[in-house]
């Protein structure tokens, strides 16, 4: 009897990379990866986030919809998301795309 195995390709969520490690365990028991790709600027990442705020897209609108002018109060809103933890997204950011 011949067993098939189901391949599972995981990628950068920032880069698009394969070249990817496991690098242990986070508090909640989730599988951390480490990006090997030299070009990418993130090197650890989680393939599924407990919250919503953690994910890329997430902060990547927040960071867009900051450059649009909206406000932090009317981007919690529509994001679903805490004002305060656009507040903090928005001051960890260093570099804006």
């Not at 496991?22 to 508090?27: I, S």
């Not at 705020?53 to 109060?73: C, H």
Request: hydrophobic share 30%; aromatic share 6%; charged share 25%.
């Amino acid at each position: 009897m011949i067993r098939a195995s189901k391949v599972v390709v995981i990628r950068c969520p920032f880069c698009g990379s394969d070249k990817i490690s496991k690098n242990g365990h986070n508090k909640t028991d989730k599988q951390v990866y480490n990006c090997n790709n030299t070009e990418c600027n993130h090197r650890n990442f989680v393939k599924q986030y407990t919250h919503k705020t953690y994910l890329p897209k997430v902060r990547e609108q927040v960071l867009k919809m900051a450059i649009d002018g909206t406000g932090t109060r009317a981007t919690g809103q529509i994001l679903g998301i805490s004002k305060d933890t656009v507040t903090t997204i928005l001051k960890k950011t260093q570099k804006w795309p």
